[in-house]
């Protein structure tokens, strides 16, 4: 579950950065008093175009930001008062996340398992339920930076799922990714939501989110322009199609 | 959980390349090759030196007084041609052209009056540029004039005793091991410094720009891992690199010295020995682990602001001449460790190693060293901690 109130998140802006955007503000508001809810065994989606601030308010739900002013609570968990106790509940993964390359991938999850205070009997039955699942046992002796693309999504996938989390931040996974590539992610995000994890994931491609999403918010210049369930979302819709109908959510 | 973070940086920074070399292989490998190289070039001159023959040039012929005089100094002193010229005109030319090394240019009364018992005037004429030859000039122009002015003494019956109111002699009471620590003492410090910046800088960009640049940063800071944990993890990667590029160099310089034969000396061999103790390298280490601390602590906050590894480097490596230079002045002779200098970063540390090896040193400033590099230490990695705290500087 995550229960988002009221949540803000100002930047300062350095005197060049007020220069470039021709501004006599000290602050740049990323994301302006947004509240939604996720429930487990749904897959939650955050709706927008670029730097509408989706990324700005995942990086907020997986702790690596802290609020301006809002509150956040990650399974039952306040993550602005507790973020560490936060973190292991949740499982962060990005369309543009980098993997240590040289490190191989057993080693790679292994140090993540530890980070996560995984314990040993838990993480070899971990590891063979993750290895056996994505088909990673050809390359786990490899260094990450000799494999193809796909087989470091698969390593990425499982560093993220290692310590089992309640909740699932995705964040533009498909981002930059093939078809064949991102099926693995798409996959990934239904096998979430069959364990009843919550599930939130960021995109702002229209058809990604029809494909999986239950419910879903509008996000445009930090603020949330619409947020309901997909169902009424289709139901309600004034244009032709899906993204036309996104299209004119953000331009009202 | 911070030494899980050590653990990883440590297999991740050993197995670059990049790193790996700054860190150990050209540390390691930089005495033996220079010094070698070094040593070679200087017995292979000092050999074709020793067998080449000097042409000297005269203005006249062989019954010319320095034809003469030069004749008389033996080949042992050299091997030496004359040439001789009938105006200074045509030696010059022929200077220029390197067909001779030396040319003696006397004035025209010149035997006239040395026999007036006169000074003589005369030049020597030869190409700086040229190793041994201003040297060789001297001693064949000292023997000559010691001659000729023996020669006066006797004919003015002049007992050379009268005419030399002092016999002085210059002593050195210092130690052998006070001058190996004079003349070395600054050079061992400054190849602790500069190869612990060196070994510093690499892994402190890789770590923390290079992670960022990567993207995998963003997930190491979603792990329940507290940022001091996360930093402290990766700094002390960052320390042990230093130390190991710094102690790396000294072996290699060790190895150079016993075993590639540049010390002939043997005093100086048992002196060298005799630094080397364990109380030696334990007090230099005291001394060098907080100054690789502050230099990874001034490296952190930079490589944390740095978007990319290409800006980290332009900004670390002038800081290297700010961070090196002063650690020159171990080679200036007459600077001490006192209380100013104890108070000086980097400064302080060539010093006091200086006079670690001298066996000067007071242990009082030893400690005052000690106690401010493990304060800028300290005020450093607070520095990295604020830096690294800073949510802009850590994710792009």
Not at chain 1, 106 to 113: N, R, T
Not at chain 2, 293 to 322: C, D, H, R
């Amino acid at each position: 579950m995550i229960k988002v109130n009221a949540l803000t998140k100002d930047f300062p802006l350095s005197r060049q950065q007020r220069k470039e955007l021709n501004t006599e503000d000290k602050i740049a508001r990323a994301v302006d008093n947004i509240s939604f809810e996720c429930h487990p065994g749904k897959v939650f989606s955050l709706l927008g175009p670029n730097g509408a601030g989706k990324t700005t308010t995942l990086r907020m739900l997986s702790t690596i930001f802290t609020p301006t002013s809002g509150t956040i609570e990650i399974a039952g968990i306040d993550a602005v008062k507790y973020p560490q106790e936060a973190r292991k509940k949740i499982g962060f993964l990005t369309g543009s996340t980098g993997l240590y390359a040289r490190l191989t991938p057993v080693e790679l999850i292994d140090y993540f398992a530890s980070l996560y205070g995984v314990p040993k009997n838990e993480l070899e039955s971990r590891k063979k339920y993750l290895f056996d699942l994505l088909n990673m046992h050809d390359f786990l002796g490899k260094r990450i930076g000799k494999l193809s693309t796909g087989m470091k999504q698969k390593v990425s996938i499982c560093r993220t799922m290692i310590h089992d989390p309640e909740v699932v931040v995705f964040d533009e996974p498909t981002s930059g990714l093939d078809v064949i590539t991102a099926e693995n992610i798409i996959k990934l995000i239904r096998d979430c939501k069959d364990q009843n994890k919550t599930v939130i994931f960021s995109s702002h491609i229209m058809s990604e989110v029809d494909l999986l999403c239950d419910d879903l918010a509008i996000i445009h210049k930090g603020k949330i322009k619409h947020e309901g369930s997909m169902l009424d979302f289709r139901t309600t819709m004034q244009e032709s199609n899906l993204t036309a109908e996104f299209i004119r959510i953000v331009q009202s | 959980m911070i030494f899980n973070i050590f653990k990883k940086e440590l297999i991740d920074t050993l197995r670059d390349r990049r790193t790996l070399m700054m860190m150990l292989v050209i540390p390691i490998l930089i005495f033996p090759i220079t010094l070698n190289l070094f040593v070679s070039i200087s017995a292979s001159f000092q050999e074709e030196a020793a067998v080449k023959t000097l042409k000297v040039g005269i203005v006249g012929d062989k019954n010319s007084y320095f034809a003469q005089q030069l004749n008389e100094i033996p080949s042992e002193m050299g091997a030496k041609k004359l040439m001789f010229y009938k105006d200074s005109a045509s030696l010059m030319t022929e200077l220029k052209k390197d067909s001779i090394q030396l040319g003696i240019i006397t004035e025209k009364q010149f035997n006239q009056t040395l026999e007036a018992q006169l000074p003589a005037r005369v030049t020597w004429y030869f190409d700086a540029t040229e190793i041994g030859i201003n040297e060789r000039a001297e001693q064949y122009m000292k023997i000559i004039e010691v001659k000729a002015q023996q020669k006066r003494y006797d004919e003015l019956e002049v007992d050379f005793r009268k005419v030399t109111p002092f016999q002085t002699s210059y002593q050195n009471i210092a130690s052998d091991k006070k001058m190996v620590g004079q003349i070395a003492g600054g050079f061992l410090p400054y190849i602790f410094i500069a190869f612990g910046f060196i070994g510093c800088m690499y892994p402190a960009i890789d770590l923390f720009t290079g992670e960022k640049e990567r993207g995998t940063i963003e997930t190491l800071l979603t792990t329940p891992v507290a940022r001091w944990q996360i930093l402290f993890g990766k700094m002390m990667v960052v320390v042990l690199s230093g130390l190991l590029a710094s102690s790396t160099a000294l072996l290699g310089l060790f190895i150079s010295i016993e075993f590639l034969d540049i010390v002939d000396n043997q005093e100086i061999m048992k002196i060298v020995h005799e630094v080397l103790s364990p109380l030696f390298i334990v007090s230099m280490f005291s001394l060098l682990f907080p100054l690789t601390i502050f230099f990874a602590g001034v490296m952190i906050p930079i490589a944390v602001y740095a978007k990319t590894f290409k800006e980290a480097q332009s900004i670390i490596t002038p800081l290297n001449i700010v961070m090196v230079l002063p650690a020159m002045v171990g080679f200036f002779p007459g600077i001490e460790l006192n209380f100013v200098t104890a108070c000086i970063p980097v400064v302080n540390v060539v010093l006091a190693t200086k006079e670690l090896i001298s066996g000067t040193l007071e242990f009082g400033y030893l400690a005052l060293s000690f106690g401010v590099m493990v304060i800028l230490a300290l005020a450093s990695v607070f520095v990295s901690y604020k830096q690294f705290g800073k949510e802009t500087n850590v994710v792009s």
